[in-house]
Every structure is written in C-alpha cells, then in structure tokens.
C-alpha cells in the first residue's frame, strides 16, 4: 500500500531552526508537496519538489531524495506565526495525491 | 473575490436533515476537488471534477452528492448523514488534475457536526 510518515508534532523555541521529516513509499513518483495550514484555516502551499536536492524560499527549505523515499521542510529563524501544521503530499505515478497525516509545530516564546 | 471560497464555515445537522456545501473558486482553474479532513488523519480524496466532467469518485457513500455546474462552482450534497461523518470538508482547486506540479488552492473547509 501506499504510506506517507510524518511526525504528529513537534516543539521548537522562536529563533530557533527546526526540521519536519517526511517518508513515503508510493506507487511511483511525480512529485512532493509541502502544505501549511493554521487552526481553522485553508492549507497553502509551501513548496514542491521533483528532483533531489535542496529548494531555498526565504526561511524555508524543501529537501528531497527519491532513492531514499525522504523529504524534510527546514524553518529557520522561527517566528510564533510559523505555529501551524505541515502537510506533506506525493503524487504518485496516476497523478494521485497521497497525504500524510500533518506535523503540528509549536513554537514556544 | 479572489481564491476559493466555501460556505458555510459551519453547519450543524440532524442525521434526517438535507444541506448542501457551496464552493466557489475565482481562479479560472478548471479542476476541482472536495476532501474530508479528519483529527490525526490524512486528508481522503472525496470527489474530483476536471473541466466539469467527475474523474474520481473514491468510494464515497451515496449519502454524499457533489455537483459541478460550472468549472468555477462546486457543490457537496449531504443526505441521511451519520455521526461519523463530522469532519471538516475542504475544497480546492487547481489549474488541471492530470500534472505533476498540481498545486491546489484550498477553501478555509466547512465544519459539519452531525448529531
């Protein structure tokens, strides 16, 4: 079956840099997919990744490596708005989008 | 407006009471989506409309309808629901759902609670 890994939360101090792993194993691979949603609000899209390597966008970063079915999202210079949760997403080789379960971020002043 | 827009934020229903969700996206996207969000669980894929025609209907009970009139409005009929049933309930939409680089707008959800 097809299975996404993320953790069910995560605590990290304002300042600070924090980490969000993400592993799956899909039937093939078109791509993955970084989410944010706040309480209460709609996801919004973060980043996306399709070749190995490291994608920069301001203070967050997208690492993937299909060989070894992992990606991570890295924040740096956490501010108390980054208290949300991470949702990471393949699409697999039908251009479905298998979801993992979200990474809840609290960030502590 | 602009975005995706869902109405009503949130709506509480009997199991014998009829209600529909609306969905509106200004982004001249022609996918659309709904998707059920539950606590602690992945989003689950519910129906999806590509230039109005429905490509995806994953196993979804009858008791959930959706409606496509047009690429810009979504609809999710709800019937008989159970208790079970209570989640947030997002749409999105994107540029078209056979891509790889498929980025989805997403609404703010609908929270349904089902007595």
């Known amino acids: 079956g097809q299975n996404i890994d993320q953790p069910t939360e995560m605590t990290a101090t304002e300042g600070a840099i924090v980490q969000i792993n993400c592993t799956y194993q899909t039937s093939g691979f078109n791509g993955l997919f970084w989410y944010q949603q706040h309480a209460g609000e709609a996801p919004t899209f973060l980043s996306y990744?399709?070749l190995d390597g490291l994608e920069e966008k301001g203070r967050f970063s997208s690492f993937l490596s299909r060989s070894k079915g992992y990606s991570y999202l890295l924040l740096k210079e956490l501010q108390m708005k980054d208290s949300a949760s991470y949702l990471c997403?393949?699409?697999?080789?039908?251009?479905?989008?298998?979801w993992g379960a979200g990474t809840k971020l609290i960030i502590k002043p | 407006e602009t975005g995706v827009t869902q109405t009503p934020r949130h709506l509480v229903m009997g199991m014998t009471n009829k209600k529909s969700l609306k969905c509106e996206q200004h982004l001249g996207h022609n996918a659309m989506y709904w998707y059920k969000q539950s606590a602690k669980k992945p989003l689950e894929l519910m129906f999806v409309y590509n230039f109005k025609e429905q490509t995806e209907n994953n196993s979804v009970p009858s008791r959930f309808s959706p409606e496509c009139p047009n690429s810009s409005h979504l609809f999710l009929h709800l019937h008989t629901l159970q208790p079970e049933d209570s989640a947030l309930y997002l749409c999105?939409?994107?540029?078209?759902?056979?891509?790889?680089?498929?980025?989805?707008?997403f609404g703010a959800g609908s929270r349904l609670t089902v007595l």
């Open positions: 997403a393949v699409m697999d080789s039908n251009y479905q989008l298998i």
């Open positions: 999105a939409s994107s540029q078209d759902s056979d891509s790889g680089a498929n980025v989805l707008t």
């Open positions: 990744n399709v």
